[in-house]
């Protein structure tokens, strides 16, 4: 078997609503999707992750046309190795793991097509029958918090994840409303996205702590990674890294220093899902949990993701998930965790969901049309006041 062509194709879906933190405020999401066939007319799909210049991410992979055509789609480490090593892309990380992602998303979906099994099963089959995601709490008043938490509840989610980090005098309301509203039973999570300092976050983590946080995420900046280990040795609240997880050597130094209990990181931040499955192995063997990441995704990163969850021994519950937020996906069928909170052990082959192609043009019209979902918006950038 042999690729005969490469293709990537940018799309932007709009959220529901826009999702704000200390480092984003976005109001979809755009990705580059990656349409990959053979010479047996298996078409495998991809999703790349688009950084804060999806262009770039773009013609990453269009550079890779030439590299990788002709290649065996099997081979997937061997196509990485070169990638990253042969093709300098080792230079770049973060960009290279963002694009490859999705190349290697699609080869999956091939190896999973060609064998007629869905992707868990090649990474070891089952170690669950499910996998628990959250409840993405937008940011806003103690009044939208309640709302917001209603809903979560009728719709049967337990784990409930909000940003913080922009006015913690605002923030400590809305978690007590929170907390309130959901019961003593149901798990809140707070994500600081790097925004504190040291002396900050322990105090702030103190005091969030008496509304029961389940784990807070990213509560300092992870450079040098002793921010992380001395908030982790000064709080009893237990601590997830993700921006401290940008490459495979970040998230093994991670687990080496103990310098958190939960991993919250995905193949976007590795490269490729066979990393993500093995790093994940890795933290388990010290004794660390894994909850899978996003950064905004289509239906495409969701499914592959959630089948690798399905093989790891040490998931927590209330994985990641924008699902719920999507006015819509490039999917035929909508992905389970659009409207519930759990999501089975798919059927199917490869990667087990099928693109819709005219989703695909109508949404890649409307990247066209207006361009990418930034993570940022004008108005966060420190001006000059007017005189």
Known sequence: MKITNIEPIIVSVPYKHRETSTRVQRDGVTA?????????????????????????????????????????????????????????????????????????MALWDIF??????????????????????????????????????????EMGYSVFYIKVGLDFEAEMPMIATLRE??????????????????????RY?????????????????????????????????????????????????????????VLCFSSNWVGTLTQFHRLSHIAHMEGLCVCRHTH?????????????????????????????MMQDDILTEPLPITNRSDWEAPKGVGLCVSVDERKVKKYHNLYKKQGQFLPYQPSMFVTEPKS
């Not at 790097?194 to 900050?200: E, K, L, M």
Request: charged fraction near 20%; hydrophobic fraction near 40%.
């Open 32 to 104: 580059v999707l990656i349409k990959i066939t053979t010479d047996t007319n298996i078409v495998g799909w991809g999703e790349s992750c688009p950084g804060p210049n999806v262009e770039s991410i773009y013609q990453i992979i269009v550079s890779t046309i030439p590299l990788f055509t002709g290649r065996n789609p099997f081979d997937r480490e061997a196509i990485a190795q070169d990638f990253f090593a042969t093709a300098h892309w080792f230079h770049r990380e973060m960009s290279g793991n963002f694009a490859f992602a999705g190349i290697d």
């Open 112 to 153: 999973g097509k060609a064998c007629q099994q869905p992707i868990y099963n090649l990474f070891g089959g089952l170690r669950r029958q499910s996998v628990n995601y959250f409840y993405y709490l937008a940011y806003g008043d103690a009044n939208s918090i309640v709302s917001q938490a209603k809903r979560g509840l």
């Open 181 to 202: 509203t959901i019961g003593p039973n149901c798990k809140i999570r707070i994500d600081a996205n790097g925004a504190w300092s040291v002396n900050q976050a322990v």
């Open 205 to 261: 983590l103190n005091q969030f702590d008496r509304y029961q946080i389940d784990f807070a995420e990213q509560p300092v900046w992870p450079d040098p990674i002793r921010n992380m280990i001395e908030v982790r040795n000064r709080t009893p609240v237990s601590l997830a890294a993700n921006e401290g997880l940008r490459r495979i050597s970040d998230v093994y130094e991670v687990i080496r220093q103990r310098a958190a209990d």
């Open 296 to 324: 905004g995704e289509l239906g495409l990163m969701a499914a592959a993701s959630h089948q690798v969850c399905l093989s790891l021994p040490n998931l927590v519950d209330g994985n990641q998930q924008t699902a719920e």
